[in-house]
């Protein structure tokens, strides 16, 4: 069984930085793509940013491209997402999850293909 757990969450003020981390524990492995959702109240669960198992390739939702980035250490099993110049509308619970792929390239962007979810950290942005 794989478990994740978020850090990082908090309150900041328009244009602050915030960094969360996800460490995971259990069976685990580099050919795990991992990724970053967030949900708003009364919203879905949205995609926000991902990586492949290497490390190597990331995607990102148009809404937080040039402000978030998204990596990886599996050294220490943690996967991070740095979030600069936050904006009101960035306020969500995120979540980090990770999918066993077939092959460590694979980069994924759906919730509903995630197979492992952490329990959510609070971000909240004001103006």
């Known amino acids: 069984q794989v478990r994740m757990v978020e850090s990082g969450g908090g309150r900041v003020q328009a244009g602050g930085s915030l960094r969360l981390s996800c460490v995971v524990s259990g069976r685990t492995c580099s050919s795990y793509g991992m990724g970053w959702f967030r949900q708003a109240p009364v919203n879905e669960r949205e995609f926000v940013a991902a990586i492949n198992g290497i490390g190597d390739a990331t995607e990102y939702a148009d809404s937080v491209k040039g402000r978030f980035a998204i990596s990886r250490d599996d050294v220490k099993t943690t996967l991070y997402l740095q979030m600069n110049n936050l904006k009101p509308e960035d306020t969500a619970v995120y979540y980090c999850?990770?999918?066993?792929?077939?092959?460590?390239?694979?980069?994924?962007?759906?919730?509903?293909?995630?197979?492992?979810w952490g329990q959510g950290t609070q971000v909240a942005v004001s103006s």
């Open positions: 999850a990770a999918k066993s792929a077939l092959s460590a390239n694979m980069i994924f962007t759906s919730p509903k293909v995630y197979d492992y």
